[in-house]
Structure formats: C-alpha cells, structure tokens
C-alpha cells in the first residue's frame, strides 16, 4: 500500500500514514539540529514539526525536583509543570505518623486536602498495612491488616512440623492446639487451664506447661528450691547451664 502524498498544513512534510487513511491534525515529523531556549532555562535541540511551527505551545520535559507547598514533599516532575495550581496533587508517599505509630503509605493527595498552599484538612483512614507483630506460640508473624490496641487473630500461615516422610498441612494454629505442652499429664495445649499451669513457648517451636520445662530442664539442678512454695529462688554455684 503507497503512502499518502498529501502535504502537511504549515510545513512540507509527507503525511506518514498509508494512502486513504486519516491524517493527521499536526505534524510528528522529528524536526532536529536546532536551538531553542526556553524561559525555564532548559534548551531544546529537537522539536515535532508542529512544535516548530508554534513555539509557543513547546513546553520544557525536562525531569526537575520540586518542593511541594503546604506538605513539603520533594518530587520529581516534568520542568512545565506548576506544583502551584490549585488543582495539582501531591503523588508523593504521605509518610506522616498513624495511630499505630507506623508511618502513612498513601499517596499525599489522598490524605491531605490543601489550599493556598496550606493544608486545611488531613485524613489518613484506617491502617492497612500487614500488623507483623511476632506471635508468641510459634515463629510466624501476624499478617492480618493493622489492628492496633486488639489481639492478634489465629496464625493462618502453614504449619512448619514435618519429617522425613510428610509435612503438617494444618495452619499453624490448628498445629499448636494439638502440641503436647503437659509432659506430666499427656496434655495437649489447647486442654489447658492457662490460669492454673501458665506456658512456655520456646523459640524451637515447643511448648511446655512451666513444671514440664523446669523437669526437662533439670532446674533443680541448677537452682535452690523453697520446700514450702516449690519455687526456685536462686541460683546455685554453677552457673550452667545459662552459661551456654
């Protein structure tokens, strides 16, 4: 198919488009080996051909930082554009503190309503970014949605018990229920009267009522024990095994 022979309006380049297409309103063609200076200061050595023609409406692309009035916040823009006008927003990260001491992830424009250059009204909504705060029954962190001031839901994440043959495929608090933390009475950990027999959560994944542990342990080796209360009071003269 032959190309449009057609003339362009205000210069004397082809149309590029195939004969019978549109063509189209401006000229694209690449217009180079120029000088032009703009106000900003910038120099433009190329321009599209309807750009040359009026280079009135040639603005200045050049990536420049900017100080965002009212919040602050340096961005990176194109030169032309004017973080002034009224209706420019603020697409940096918002950064201020939350309620739950995290620091703000939204785009600023999203919590900060600005006017003259002055903020007049700031709402961050609810925090959704993931809790992370370590569980204390087993090695996983809570991914459930900011939830300051309130427990941490079940651990959902898998189970990481496995041996040779097989992997648990129980959530991991599922998992903990059924652990063994009474090795005196065969208790499992979800039969427990926490009140009565508090427990223990190693940071090898077990869990132990606080009798099971000290036997297992051998404290009484190791610590001068009240006949009266059965409570240890302090150490003896070796320091093992706590100076492993």
């Known amino acids: 198919m032959k190309l449009c ?18 063509c189209d309103a401006c000229c694209s063609v690449l217009v180079d080996n120029i000088a032009l200076a703009l106000r900003c200061g910038y120099e433009k050595n190329a321009l599209l051909s309807w750009e ?24 990176t823009i194109a030169c032309h554009v004017d973080i002034n006008y009224e209706d420019f927003s603020c697409f940096a990260t918002c950064g201020d503190p939350l309620r739950c001491a995290r620091a703000c992830k939204s ?21 959704k ?3 992370n705060r370590r569980y204390s029954t087993c090695k996983h962190l809570c991914k459930a949605p900011c939830h300051s001031g ?13 041996c040779s043959h097989a992997r648990c495929t129980q959530p991991c608090s599922e998992s903990v229920k059924g652990m063994q933390a009474d090795l005196l009475m ?5 039969d427990m009267d926490l009140d009565a027999g508090p427990c223990v959560f190693t940071s090898c994944g077990h869990i132990f009522t606080t009798n099971s542990l000290d036997g297992t342990m051998g404290m009484q080796n190791y ?7 059965r409570k240890f009071t302090r ?3 070796s320091p093992l095994p706590f100076s492993i």
């Open 235 to 237: 150490l003896k003269l």
């Open 186 to 190: 065969f208790t499992a950990y979800r």
């Open 52 to 75: 040359y023609q009026d280079q009135t409406k040639v603005v200045c692309r050049e990536m420049v930082k900017r100080t965002v009035p009212g919040c602050g916040h340096e961005v």
């Open 223 to 229: 610590c001068e024990i009240d006949l009266r209360t």
């Open 107 to 127: 785009p600023c424009w999203k919590c900060n309503t600005c006017a003259n250059g002055i903020i007049s009204k700031s709402d961050h909504g609810k925090c």
């Open 150 to 162: 309130e427990p941490c839901p079940l651990c959902t994440a898998k189970c990481d018990s496995r």
């Open 5 to 22: 022979t057609k003339l362009k309006d205000g210069c004397e380049h082809l149309c590029l488009h195939p004969c019978g297409a549109l």
């Open 129 to 131: 970014q993931p809790c």
